[in-house]
């Protein structure tokens, strides 16, 4: 595994998540859900959002970023381009981090304990590329159920 093809995965499959955001033609259709879905696209949004920027921005990057998890789930009604900007600040952390980073950082150890057992950071960033690409696909069923015009 090398870090720059990570680095292309995370960079295109958050490109593909600002595009599905600016796809809602109904601002108001991120914030909704119904009978099965639990989750929001705009609360998804959030969730992937501080997910990245903790995880690879602050424990990996250094770059002290914050997160509140819990309002990621209760947050309403932020615009939608208020969504796209913080995708694309996202964008740009996952980048930036990632572009110093050695392809022998991968085998060292991920400096938190986040799953039930210590991981090396590829493991880890693996996990995370497969958690955004799996929130990625509802957001997109999510806009084809509920936004439909």
Partial sequence: MQVQELKKVYIKD???????????????????????????????????????????????????????????????????????????????????VLSVMTDKQLEEEYPLLVLKEKTSTGYFLFHLSSHLGYHLGQINYHRRLIDKN
Avoid at 56 to 78: C, H, L, M, P, V
């Fill in 14 to 96: 958050l490109t593909k998540l600002k595009e599905e955001i600016d796809l809602y033609v109904n601002e108001e259709n991120l914030w909704k859900t119904e009978k099965g879905i639990s989750n929001s696209a705009g609360n998804l949004c959030l969730h992937l959002v501080g997910n990245l920027n903790y995880f690879i921005g602050t424990a990996i990057g250094k770059t002290n970023y914050i997160r509140n998890r819990e309002a990621e789930f209760s947050s309403k009604d932020i615009p939608q381009k208020a969504l796209i900007k913080m995708v694309e600040e996202t964008i740009s952390v996952v980048h930036n």
